[in-house]
Every structure is written in structure tokens, then in C-alpha cells.
């Protein structure tokens, strides 16, 4: 897969002859502690100097930078700031991490030492502020690139990184979870960036083999079981296309994992045209990225499964392409969805809440799940609504929703719950058909009437629907990625399963 090779972590008890650069995790208001001032003392003093300004430390990921003496074996030492103590959380950690690997790129470097002395009024321990940084470090040095001629193409070289400051057992624990979730949103990534010729109906499934390998079991339904299954909604999405649908069913049990699933929904259209209803040239630019919120899914599995958690966990993905030709979908359609209900057509670029529509009733009728969540990357109108700041969440439960926004806020995936009110199913009565697919006037707030037509299809489980619309890309690089996908939701589901684990 076209990605730069993953750092390496390793606990150790001192810096190696091999570290080419040291960096010391310090907050703003603690000195040095035993390791830096013996550090600093073998650099006469270059150290405090050099941060001996009040605000030097202040900002998180903050980098100061100095040439250590040639009688030291590392060529350069970096203090990271870590900002004031009492703001350091989890996720600053990782912001800092991913400062210092942009900080680092470019400068040659392939042997790093993180070194943690003690921090008063830091409320976390050692290993996880250790893994936090390392974290961040990853998922900014993720990268994604199909060009045979870019400068020094195929000499990327992995970073080996040592960690001192943590017990040995702690630090393995914590690096075991961060680095699961690093490979589940780096990989996430790299679905959502490949090409719509590289990813498709056809050949989906051969990218799912890094499930398989974390002990996932993988099944496919293809068009006749689609048929047989009742299935016509996905199928009628996937009719203009060359390639036929699928649906991709995903299972993950963890050792003492409890019988009854979690079930993970994601809208899979591997490329939207809009279908007879096309988008314009500019809104059709990104429209590989349609399915963010299968490959969501597909990151958040690894994750769980290469930390070897004790969950079980079920995914359900709807893979299809939405493209105009004599065999496409057709506004006024009147469509018989897995469920029995009928469905009437207007708009084919409302595509994903057909797709979700069987594949939530499969998930609901065969897993029988304690929860349901779906991910899809659905309207526009919740961009409009919240901007770049917050994805649209809906739910039957207020109690999971606040604990999915409480997981979000702790990873920086920021989520606001939307309202799933019974008025909005006036908008969506038809004369002919059960349901209308959206309300009759697409302007007036699409992502409402989205989640209380797909609530049709739970089969009244306990369910949550995130709108991910315009959180799958970023157009520049940011402290936790670079420009391109960024595996929005990941990273919260598996906070949010964890905790509630634990808190289990």
C-alpha cells in the first residue's frame, strides 16, 4: 500500500550511540528534571539557556532546537514543549507529538530518544504521556504517495524512536493501544486516498486482506445474494455503474467478548457522480472520498483487533459506485427496501441513505445488536449547519450519544448532537410509497430528515447516526495529518468503545 513505513517505539533505559536526536518532553512551569539537567550539564548550560525565556515552553508542540557539542554522540537535542501542566491532556500530547514530527522531517533523521522526567501537576502517567507524543509522532509522518518520480522516492527509512521515562510493562500496554490506532486510521486513510480506479466495487474487497490477517472474518454479498436478501436499495444505487454493488460484513470477537455485538455501519460509495441527478464539476472533485465512512469502520476493526480488545464487534459495509448511464436510478423511482417498507425516489444524488437503509435493517435483523452507529459521509446541509468544527450526530440514546461526544472531545473529533425529532417524518410522507427518501425541499436542513428516514430501518435498536459530511478531507496539513484523508471517526469509536468497557 502506498505508505510511508510506520515508526518503531521501543522502551529503553538510556540513549543509544545511535540516536541521532534527543528530545525532552517538558511543561512550561516544572524545571528540569534529573535526566535533562544532567543533559543540560554535559552541554554547559545550552539547554536552560536556550529555554530560559518565560514563554519559551508555553505553547504545546513547541520545538527549541540547539546543535549538541561534538563530544555528545546525538548530533541535535530538542526540548518539546508540553505547554502549562494542567492543560496537558491526551490529546495535546499527540498534537505535540505530531509538531515534533513535522518539526523533524526533512532533517535526516533516523533515530529519535524521547526522554519524560517526573512532571508536577501533570493528572496522567508517564507511559501514557509517552505514548500520547508517539502517537501524534505517527500519525504525522503517515503518508500517502503514488508518484514514481518524486524526489528520493523509495528511500523513505523507518524512524526508530526510544521512549525513557516509564516502566517497561506500562509503556508496552500503552504503546500496544496507541499504535492499534495508528494502523486502524492510517489505513483508513489510504482507502479514503486511493483513486477511484485503485478502489472500487471490484476489487474492495482485495483491500480488506489487512482485516483478515487481525483475525476478522470477512464475508461478501454479492448481487444474487444481494437479490436474494431483498436488497434493492443498494442495488438500485450500484445499477448504473459497470461495477455491481457488494456488501462487505465484517466480525471481530475478542477473547471474553460478550455475545451480543456492537454493529458499525458505513456508506462505501467508492465514487458519486450523483447519478442522473449529477453534481457539478466542483462538487464531484472529491467524491473518491464518498466512502469515509466504510473506511471508518474498516480502521476502527483494526484497531480493536490488533489491541486484541475483548469486544465483539460487528461491520456492515455498503459498496457502490453512483454513476449515470441507461441503467440508473431514476428520480420517481418507488424502490422495495430490504425491510418490505417502499421507498419513492427523488433526488439520485441522495444515494447514501438508500445504501444505509438495507445495510442498517441486515445489521439490525441478523446480529440482534446491543448498539447500532453508522457512519456516512451524508449531506451537505450538516456542513452548512456546523461548519468545519463539529460532524452531526443523532441518536435514539442520549446516554450513548453524550458519551460518543465525551469520547470525541477527549481525541479532538468533534461531534454535536442534532435533533431526531417524529416532526420531521411529516417532510417525508409520499402518497405512493411508505417513505420519501428525503424531504420535499432539500434546502430546508437535508441532514434532520436523513436520520429520521434512516431510523425506519433500525428496527428500534438503540442507535446512533454521525454525519460526517466534509470531516473526510482536509485540504492542509494540520498537527495530526497531512493534506488529504484524515479516518474522521476512528479514533472516537474506539475511545468510545474502550471506555465503555472499562467503565463496564
Given at each position: 500500500m502506498p505508505q510511508s513505513p510506520a515508526p518503531v517505539f521501543e522502551a529503553a533505559e538510556e540513549i543509544s550511540?545511535?540516536?541521532?536526536?534527543?528530545?525532552?518532553?517538558?511543561?512550561?512551569?516544572?524545571?528540569?528534571?534529573?535526566?535533562?539537567?544532567?543533559?543540560?550539564?554535559?552541554?554547559?548550560?545550552?539547554?536552560?539557556?536556550?529555554?530560559?525565556?518565560?514563554?519559551?515552553?508555553?505553547?504545546?508542540?513547541?520545538?527549541?532546537?540547539?546543535?549538541?557539542?561534538?563530544?555528545?554522540?546525538?548530533?541535535?537535542?530538542?526540548v518539546l514543549a508540553l505547554g502549562k501542566a494542567e492543560a496537558v491532556t491526551p490529546l495535546s500530547l499527540a498534537r505535540a507529538g505530531g509538531l515534533l514530527a513535522a518539526h523533524l522531517e526533512g532533517k535526516s533523521e533516523c533515530a529519535a530518544t524521547l526522554m519524560l522526567d517526573p512532571l508536577a501537576g501533570v493528572d496522567l502517567p508517564a507511559a501514557e504521556v509517552l505514548a500520547r507524543v508517539a502517537l501524534g509522532m505517527r500519525l504525522r509522518r503517515y503518508r500517502f504517495d503514488l508518484r514514481n518520480r518524486r524526489p528520493g522516492a523509495g528511500a523513505d527509512r523507518t524512524l526508530r524512536v526510544q521512549l525513557i521515562g516509564a516502566a517497561g510493562p506500562e509503556l508496552k500496554a500503552a504503546l500496544a493501544r496507541v499504535n492499534a490506532i495508528a494502523d486502524g486510521v492510517e489505513y483508513a486513510r489510504t482507502l479514503v486516498n486511493l483513486p477511484p480506479n485503485h478502489l472500487h466495487p471490484d476489487n474492495f474487497h482485495d483491500h480488506l486482506e489487512p482485516l483478515r490477517e487481525a483475525g476478522i472474518d470477512i464475508e461478501i454479498l454479492d448481487v444474487a445474494r444481494l437479490k436474494e436478501l431483498g436488497m434493492n436499495a443498494i442495488l438500485a444505487v450500484g445499477s448504473g455503474s459497470a461495477r455491481?454493488?457488494?456488501?462487505?460484513?465484517?466480525r471481530y470477537r475478542g477473547k471474553g467478548a460478550p455475545a451480543q455485538p456492537l454493529a458499525f455501519v458505513g456508506k462505501g460509495v467508492c465514487f458519486d457522480s450523483g447519478g442522473l441527478c449529477i453534481k457539478r464539476g466542483e462538487q464531484m472533485f472529491d467524491m473518491k472520498a464518498d466512502m469515509g465512512g466504510a473506511a471508518a469502520v474498516v480502521g476502527l476493526l483494526i484497531a480493536l483487533a490488533r489491541q486484541g480488545s475483548p469486544v465483539h464487534a460487528v461491520g456492515v459495509l455498503g459498496i457502490a459506485e453512483n454513476m449515470p448511464s441507461g441503467t440508473a436510478l431514476k428520480p420517481r423511482d418507488i424502490i422495495t427496501t430490504a425491510s418490505g417498507q417502499t421507498v419513492e425516489v427523488f433526488d439520485t444524488d441522495a444515494e447514501g441513505r438508500l445504501i444505509l437503509a438495507d445495510c442498517l435493517y441486515y445489521a439490525a435483523s441478523r446480529f440482534n445488536p446491543s448498539v447500532i452507529v453508522d457512519l456516512a459521509t451524508l449531506t451537505y446541509s450538516v456542513m452548512r449547519g456546523l461548519g468545519s468544527v463539529f460532524a452531526g450526530l443523532f441518536s435514539t440514546d442520549d446516554t450513548i450519544a453524550s458519551r460518543m461526544i465525551a469520547a470525541g472531545e477527549k481525541v479532538g473529533e468533534r461531534f454535536w448532537q442534532l435533533p431526531l425529532d417524529r416532526a420531521y417524518d411529516e417532510g417525508l410522507q409520499s402518497p405512493f410509497a411508505d417513505i420519501r427518501h428525503h424531504a420535499k425541499d432539500m434546502e430546508d436542513g437535508d441532514a434532520p430528515y436523513a436520520a429520521a428516514f434512516l431510523r425506519n430501518f433500525t428496527e428500534d435498536r438503540p442507535w446512533v447516526h454521525l454525519d460526517i459530511a466534509g470531516k473526510e478531507m482536509a485540504d492542509k496539513d494540520r498537527p495530526l495529518g497531512r493534506q488529504g484523508a484524515t479516518a474522521f471517526g476512528v479514533q472516537m469509536l474506539e475511545e468510545w468503545v474502550q471506555s465503555g468497557r472499562t467503565a463496564n
Open positions: 550511540a545511535e540516536t541521532s536526536v534527543v528530545v525532552i518532553l517538558q511543561t512550561a512551569q516544572n524545571g528540569f528534571g534529573l535526566r535533562a539537567a544532567a543533559l543540560d550539564a554535559e552541554m554547559d548550560g545550552i539547554l536552560s539557556r536556550a529555554c530560559s525565556e518565560p514563554a519559551a515552553l508555553e505553547k504545546s508542540g513547541a520545538c527549541v532546537d540547539v546543535i549538541a557539542p561534538k563530544a555528545m554522540s546525538a548530533r541535535r537535542v530538542v455491481p454493488p457488494r456488501v462487505a460484513v465484517l
